[in-house]
């Protein structure tokens, strides 16, 4: 299953399409939304069942990226992108079979856990070997995949929304179209699994550096050393404030205007939601890019000083200016979405090549903490300013002043990383010995 060595004049541009097809398939989580209020009244769930699989999902993409990393890294891109494809597209199959026998404890199975671990998989399947490909620009290599798993919804929310309505809404609709999910991107994440291909030098771009000089950390090291937990916090903090505002986006901006002279239609508000799914993505490639040019921690440094700016205008006067609070926020998601595609080559600048992709897995749990932390924030501050008579903008004041404070605290994080002390370093003997055992040996 190790993928085989890219021949004399292959393209390194062929492996980010290969990756796009992985990403853009298990972005689709992002679009679950879709399927909840028809579950709801198929199967008499409650909001909240009907968001457990997708909750589930989301934890066991930070579990599995975390314990499967070194796995990963060991077996190579082509064996992690087909454990994604398995686990991701029976997940739905499982499903389409939980609804229809309306069995919801198939769906949270099938979705939540096995299709959870083809999310973990799948998100870390191609960075080590783009970082490898690009050492000349590796943040925008890594942005451009993972700018896919922030454009899955928008390709995955119309498609879906179109077969509920062809199929049907009912639990029978709803499991044909989890079937065709499975089926469809089982063959588009094929593309990647028969398109990777690994560098076959450390140099694979004349003129460009070694994609394995300079330090090298293992994965097991790397877990011990303050810089580590430093971009854990980096990451936590930032994706917090993101996640913060996105998953609230529409109710919130309706909030904020409701005592104003220009309310907020239903339509405008999923309007907003649609343009900030844009900056998050268009972010990811953006800001990654931008990473190669400026270095790693400037870049942070305007992720999470920008953005506590952005939230303090949004709290000082944000009600007095939708162009405002709508640019506002559209940075912040931009930052959300950068926050992602950097932290890989971020990671490859202090830690080196050797297990970057491990690495990137167990900080992953850091996204884990912020999906729950963000919006349990932003949602239980509103619902105890509501019950204490507030409405409009103060429902959210004091939650956009700790979103600010949290910034900060990533900020002082970003500003503590170091390079990474010499204890830590893994002898030049023993990289040069893993790496010759897990070359592969044939060229295709």
Known sequence: MSPPVAPPGW????????????????????????????????????????????????????????????????????????????????GFLISALGAATEQYWLIVLGYGFVGGIGLGIGYISPVSTLIKWFPDR??????????G????????????????ESFGSDS??????????????????????????????????????????????????????PQ???????LCMNVTAGIGILEKAAPMITDFFADTSTPVSVTAAAGFVALLSA?????????????????????????????????????????????????????????????????????????????VGAIHGRLLTAWSTAGVLGPLIVNWIA????EAGKHGASLYTL??????????VGFVANELVRPVDARHHVPAQREAADVERQQPESAA
């Open 11 to 90: 393209s390194r541009w062929l492996v980010p399409p290969a990756a796009l097809s992985v990403h853009l398939s298990i972005g689709q989580a992002y679009a679950w939304s879709v399927f909840k209020p028809p579950l709801e009244s198929a199967l008499d769930l409650s909001g909240t069942q009907s968001a457990l699989p997708f909750q589930l999902a989301i934890v066991m993409l930070g579990l599995s990226a975390a314990f499967g990393g070194t796995l990963v890294e060991r077996n190579g891109p082509r064996w992690a992108m087909t454990v994604a494809l398995v686990c991701f597209s029976s």
């Open 383 to 386: 619902d105890r300013q509501e």
């Open 228 to 234: 580590f937990w430093c971009l854990w916090v980096v």
């Open 172 to 225: 029978s609709g709803i499991a044909v179209a989890f079937l065709v999910h499975g089926l469809s991107y089982a063959v588009f994440m094929t593309l990647g699994v028969l398109l990777v291909r690994v560098p076959r030098g450390e140099r694979p771009v004349a003129g460009a550096p070694s994609a394995v000089e300079g330090v090298q950390v293992s994965a097991r090291s790397a877990v011990r050393t």
């Open 279 to 355: 900056a998050n993505m268009a972010g990811r490639i953006g800001w990654s890019s931008t990473s190669d040019l400026i270095g790693r921690k400037n870049i942070y440094r305007v992720y999470l000083g920008a953005g506590a700016l952005m939230y303090a205008l949004i709290a000082l006067i944000g009600d007095s200016s939708k162009p405002l609070f709508v640019l506002c926020a559209l940075v912040i998601l931009s930052f959300y979405g950068g926050g992602f595609a950097t932290i890989p080559a971020y990671l490859k600048d202090l830690f080196g090549t050797y297990q």
């Open 138 to 147: 590796p943040g925008m290599a890594t942005g451009i995949a993972i700018m």
């Open 399 to 408: 939650s956009l002043f700790i979103m600010i404070g949290l910034l900060a």
């Open 149 to 164: 798993f922030g454009g899955g919804a928008l390709i995955a929310s119309p498609w879906s929304a179109q077969m509920l």
